[in-house]
């Protein structure tokens, strides 16, 4: 059986009716989410703060998979004062043809800011997701101030009630229809 991400189900059926098999997946938090797209998309980039799922999904060797580990301190720094290098997270959402799920823990850092970073360097094309929208008032309100969404609110296989988003523009949307 294939793990399920903690996502509504009226979005993952909505979801998976996409053609996404070339496309790319890059998550803010990683999870079951990581394990259940690698087998969708073509490639999945993961960012995680937490070691626990660091190891875990590292364990997992998901051919598709590239994990970052990010430091809060240093997430949204465009300007790494060593060895010339750029922010992996802005330089991973100019990839063409992204997905990009924000869904990590929004107790270490608010998902209002990542929200932001991805707004401020996303190519036009991309597709912004955002789960838990009910309780990341705030992320939710400044992404529906940005950009068209569908909110799919129901319940994940837990059977808890959440609000899993999609956010997209008039240059993208055909992507999702």
Do not use: Q
Request: aromatic residues 16%; proline residues 4%.
């Amino acid at each position: 059986m294939m793990t399920k991400p903690m996502l509504t189900n009226t979005f993952l059926d909505f979801f998976n009716k996409l053609e996404l098999s070339n496309s790319t997946y890059l998550e803010i938090g990683s999870g079951d989410s990581t394990i259940y797209f690698s087998k969708i998309f073509k490639n999945i980039i993961s960012f995680e703060d937490d070691l626990t799922w660091f190891y875990k999904l590292n364990k997992l060797n998901i051919p598709n998979l590239k994990l970052e580990f990010f430091d809060k301190n240093s997430v949204f720094n465009t300007s790494l004062p060593y060895m010339g290098k750029t922010n992996p997270l802005a330089t991973h959402l100019n990839k063409p043809d992204l997905f990009i799920m924000i869904d990590n823990n929004p107790i270490r850092i608010s998902r209002l800011k990542f929200a932001e970073f991805i707004d401020n360097h996303k190519r036009e094309d991309s597709i912004i997701i955002l789960d838990n929208g009910e309780k990341n008032y705030d992320a939710m309100t400044f992404l529906k101030s940005k950009y068209y969404c569908l909110d799919f609110p129901g319940t994940r296989y837990d059977n808890t009630f959440s609000i899993t988003s999609v956010f997209f523009d008039n240059k993208n949307y055909l992507r999702i229809m």
